[in-house]
């Protein structure tokens, strides 16, 4: 019960900000590039032909832009940095509560805890608004769009395609971003526990990122457990930057797992010798 | 043995030293506040009080030596201080939440108040408890009133007060210093800093001043000029 309460501040603090309105315009302007980019494709001309039904829909969207090594890193992953960014330096607030806690090992799983729940709620905002404001132009199905089934070009595994519906891929993607962004979060925390400064966290959560996006590009002909390695090809369905993927996606989970463990090992041992310092210290 | 924990003191620190960096904020502090008293520390700003309070609330650990609340020894036997009230630095709410639901919600962290000690401590401060607005509507006096009433509000014994007069005009000051005095009548215990000699001078039975990391006692002219 104390500590659904010192969440609650937390998450209170975490989310209840007016810079979390920003997913809304991000995934508006991305809805807006990503219809375009398959209508340019698929010309409407095309699309009427013989009165063909679902050649395209907002499903293609999501999964072009979740699945797109480049807007992950640079757009939706860095958004979801930067919502979160000063989430470990305690509030006056913060301070009082953490005081009545009474316990810093508490106190680090509340962290922890929020930065689940940001990033579950980021996630789902974000493929839910990507997902409804396509489809206002690209129509919605439960059903892989003709455009679907034409190959990798959607950034879904030809598997995928063959066995499962685009919901249920859906939400094995949404497991992984969100489990992503929660170590991306958490690896934020620990540097900035370890340095005290907020903006190093970012820096580095962004740096192995898009250091993964380079270390990627080499990552062929290795052992399944190397090609896992970078972090990007763990937040997308394919290997980036190859359109394939060798490895089954539940390895991805076993992935984040293991950086969430270390990450949470790791920030209960510095938290132990954790000081809050007013915001001018 | 009740008559030794009545004369026992509240707090005692014993070798406490912090640096930041190279820049020693404490040198091996050596402090006892007993029972029943309100203590005073004065110092420039930036000279190390917060610090120091933050040290005796468990907030911040020392590089050296131990502190001591009611028995505890803070940071080994207890993370935090026990039975203690505490407003460090300026009151920080949620600010787009009434006064009462913030401190309803700390309540719910501590687990120790009932809704009636709540609505008293916000009485106490000079608050009104059925003031629906925002803290983000409420002026830098009342942020420091409600700071104190979160402090109250589980009727701690001890009380460790940062600048608790900060915002507030001289009516409010006197208001908050004849309920300290008041709290003190009760038998609880209160350390108050200031950067006011002055301030302090009205109000506590012992005023420190605390400088070049060393906290020592003003003597009673001392005080007076």
């Keep these: 019960m104390r500590f659904k309460a010192f969440l609650r501040i937390q998450l209170h603090q975490l989310i209840v900000r007016w810079r979390w309105l920003l997913p809304l315009p991000v995934m508006g302007f991305l809805s807006y590039l990503l219809s375009n980019a398959i209508i340019i494709r698929n010309p409407p001309a095309f699309l009427s032909q ?142 900035t526990l370890l340095t005290r400064r907020y903006l190093l966290g970012y820096l580095t959560a962004l740096f192995v990122l898009i250091g993964s996006m380079g270390i990627s590009g080499s990552l062929v002909n290795v052992a399944d457990g190397l090609k896992l390695f970078p972090a990007i090809r763990n937040l997308v369905m394919t290997f980036y930057p190859y359109p394939f993927r060798e490895v089954a996606m539940g390895w991805s989970y076993v992935y984040w797992g293991i950086c969430l463990t270390a990450l949470y090992l790791l920030g209960y041992i510095l938290s132990r010798r954790q000081n809050y310092y007013s915001k001018e210290q | 043995m009740d008559l030794l924990n009545e004369q026992s003191s509240v707090v005692q620190t014993h070798n406490l030293s912090k640096s930041f960096g190279k820049h020693e904020v404490l040198k091996h502090i050596d402090f006892t506040l007993p029972r029943g008293v309100i203590y005073g520390i004065c110092g420039s700003n930036g000279i190390g009080k917060s610090v120091f309070l933050r040290i005796l609330s468990g907030l911040i650990l020392p590089d050296q030596g131990e502190v001591v609340v009611f028995g505890k020894n803070v940071g080994k036997e207890t993370e935090f201080a026990p039975a203690t009230g505490i407003l460090i630095d300026s009151p920080g709410f949620l600010l787009a939440n009434s006064g009462k639901r913030n401190l309803q919600l700390l309540a719910s962290v501590s687990g120790k108040v009932t809704p009636d000690r709540i609505i008293r401590a916000i009485r106490q401060v000079g608050l009104d408890p059925e003031d629906r607005r925002p803290v983000s509507t409420y002026s830098t006096g009342m942020r420091q009133r409600l700071g104190l009433a979160q402090a109250i509000m589980e009727d701690p014994d001890l009380l460790i007060l940062d600048e608790p007069t900060n915002g507030l005009d001289f009516e409010g000051q006197k208001e908050i210093y004849s309920y300290l005095v008041e709290l003190r009548a009760q038998g609880k215990t209160i350390l108050i800093t200031s950067h006011s000699r002055d301030e302090l001078r009205i109000l506590c039975d012992k005023i420190f001043i605390l400088s070049r990391g060393k906290l020592d006692q003003i003597s009673a002219s001392e005080s007076e000029s």
């Excluded at chain 1, 009474?102 to 929020?114: I, M, P, Q, V, Y």
């Excluded at chain 1, 997902?131 to 199905?141: A, E, M, V, Y």
């Excluded at chain 1, 499962?164 to 925390?189: E, K």
């Design chain 1, 50 to 191: 013989s009165g063909a039904t679902n050649m395209v829909n907002s499903w293609d969207a999501l999964f072009t832009g979740f699945g797109n090594a480049y807007y992950m890193v640079f757009v939706i992953a860095n958004l979801f940095l930067l919502l979160v960014c000063d989430s470990l330096p305690e509030s006056a607030i913060g301070q009082l509560a953490v005081f009545r806690l009474g316990s810093r090992k508490s106190w680090w799983a509340g962290k922890s805890l929020s930065m689940l729940i940001a990033a579950f709620i980021y996630t789902l905002a974000g493929m839910v608004l990507l997902l409804g404001l396509t489809s206002l132009r690209l129509g919605f199905s439960w059903e892989w769009s003709k455009f679907g089934w034409s190959g990798d070009t959607i950034l879904v595994p030809a598997l995928f395609l063959q066995s499962s519906s685009p919901l249920a891929t859906a939400l094995v993607l949404f497991g992984m971003d969100v489990l992503g962004f929660w170590a991306l979060g958490m690896l934020m925390q620990v540097v």
